[in-house]
């Protein structure tokens, strides 16, 4: 019997019919969060912060993201994406893609949601259609409050266009000399130390003869409507409002920074100017010379810009999230503490003397029994990892704690706990990743604290970001070193432990250990 000839056909893994497009992938994924705001069946408030959310992605995107791509571009380097495509042939699909999403968002909030808020006494409310009284409240509210911090800057050949800072919402003015004739072109920038939205006092609140929960204008339009303040004796002829988006990319030459921390803080600070414009977005009203003349002052294209007909800046939308009406929000969510743990002794907060135990078994005799897999939100993660780390900190027997911390919350009480064991003799190191996207300056205040505090931390690594969530915690039992840890998918960050789906597990093998 002759044996078949054997036929390979070796896989070309360069092959771009193989990979999809990162940044195109990236839309498809802000796709499926605008769908959370378009579906009816997501709570009011909730699909506005769905809708704040896509927004306050898309900023991100266009900051690093298209911000790259458009390096590239400019650069002239002939970098090629996994799926074959050009950085200019990326911007244009990504223009192409993105502009219906934009425009499908715009019509949501203008068409559906606001009028869904008002059913329910939530009232944003154009400034036009504001009664007498309720205009005298807003400008009086804008004569001693905005006022004051306004700074219009005029455009003409002794005054160059003013630079416009990264994520600001400003108005382009144009206004006339009665005694010349003479046009003039001026911004002003929405002041961004006040609410987006003004609330009126509770006692105008009232539409058509009902008392609302909320009633207010966006912050630009009582500008709008009180700039004869700003330019006395002129004649204000249009105004119309833009943002702009600008790059945000942290570059750091790593491999020449004598001190990556100092090279990263500057280059925080750095962003919170903005380098090169990367989008424009203005209200569609907009005439075409005056849109033509900040594209050009900003250095943009016509692909660059995108026109919006109702509000700009629609992540400022988190604002209502505030409001009282739990009826209007997903339930709370109360996560529970799997079965295993409910045995255990919990550190609590002490008085003057400093931390009680309350009764129960010790976390480290629970892993030793078994390893405990832990999936959040539906498990504490207080009651789990975050006691994990809390008991470790007091635990006589432990000797040290590494882990790497990637994103935190603010007021961190797993920061707090490696600051805790630092003080009790423990050793404890902390590699601390500065270069986590827009979490670099929260980052850098940590690894501060960390260190006065007596941790070791770690900057990261040359060349490489870390994701890892790990902690090991060495602990002498008896003669014996045993190593316990915790190995998870998402960051030691309590607050978004209650939100995202992630995996944990603790354990003491040795052969992971």
Request: proline fraction near 5%.
């Amino acid at each position: 019997m002759t044996k078949a000839p054997t036929v390979t056909s070796a896989i070309d893994l360069k092959d771009s019919q193989y990979y999809f497009n990162r940044e195109l992938s990236w839309l498809e994924f802000n796709r499926r969060v605008l769908y959370e705001a378009l579906d009816p069946r997501t709570p009011l408030l909730e699909r506005l912060k769905f809708t704040a959310i896509f927004c306050a992605n898309l900023d991100e995107f266009f900051m690093v993201r298209v911000a790259v791509l458009k390096q590239q571009v400019e650069a002239n380097v002939a970098v090629l994406s996994a799926d074959g495509r050009t950085a200019s042939e990326q911007l244009i699909e990504i223009s192409k893609r993105l502009r219906p999403l934009v425009q499908q968002q715009d019509r949501l909030f203008e068409h559906t949601l606001k009028n869904l808020l008002v059913e329910q006494g939530i009232h944003l409310i154009n400034y036009v259609d504001l009664h007498q009284e309720q205009r005298n409240y807003l400008h009086d509210y804008f004569e001693q409050n905005i006022f004051p911090v306004l700074t219009p800057l005029a455009v003409d050949p002794s005054h160059p266009f003013p630079y416009i800072s990264n994520l600001s919402l400003n108005l382009a003015v144009v206004v006339r000399d009665p005694d010349t004739d003479k046009e003039l072109f001026a911004r002003v920038k929405v002041p961004q130390v006040f609410p987006r939205f003004l609330a009126l006092s509770k006692e105008l609140r009232h539409q058509d003869g009902k008392a609302s929960i909320w009633t207010g204008v966006p912050l630009e339009q009582v500008v709008m409507h009180n700039l004869e303040a700003l330019f006395p004796g002129m004649i204000i002829q249009e105004c119309y409002p833009f943002r702009v988006t600008r790059n945000a990319d942290i570059s750091v030459e790593e491999d020449e920074a004598d001190d990556l921390l100092l090279a990263i803080e500057e280059e925080v600070r750095k962003r919170r100017i903005g380098k090169s414009a990367v989008r424009l977005e203005i209200h569609s009203s907009t005439p075409s010379n005056i849109k033509d003349r900040i594209m050009r002052d900003l250095g943009l294209e016509e692909i660059d810009v995108y026109d919006v007909d109702g509000l700009l800046g629609h992540k400022d939308l988190f604002y209502f999230l505030s409001l009282p009406c739990p009826e209007l929000k997903d339930p709370p969510w109360s996560p529970v503490t799997p079965p295993v743990l409910q045995r255990l002794r919990e550190i609590v907060d002490g008085n003057e003397d400093g931390i009680l135990e309350q009764d129960g078994e010790d976390i480290f005799t629970l892993i030793r029994n078994n390893d405990i897999l832990v999936h959040h939100p539906y498990h504490s993660f207080s009651a789990s990892v975050q006691q994990f780390i809390a008991q470790a900190a007091y635990d006589a027997h432990v000797l040290a704690i590494k882990m790497t911390l990637y994103r935190t919350s603010g007021d961190s009480p797993i920061v707090n706990s490696l600051i805790a064991a630092a003080e009790n003799g423990k050793q404890v190191a902390a590699l601390v990743e500065l270069k986590a996207r827009f979490d670099e300056e929260n980052n850098i205040s940590w690894a501060k604290k960390l260190e006065q505090a007596g941790v070791h931390v770690v900057y990261g690594l040359v060349g490489l970001k870390t994701h890892t969530k790990v902690v090991l915690v060495v602990r002498k039992e008896g003669d014996k070193i045993r190593r316990y840890f915790h190995i998870g998918t998402g960051n030691y960050n309590p607050k978004t432990a209650k939100l995202y789906t992630d995996l944990g597990l603790l354990s003491c093998r040795e052969d992971l250990g």
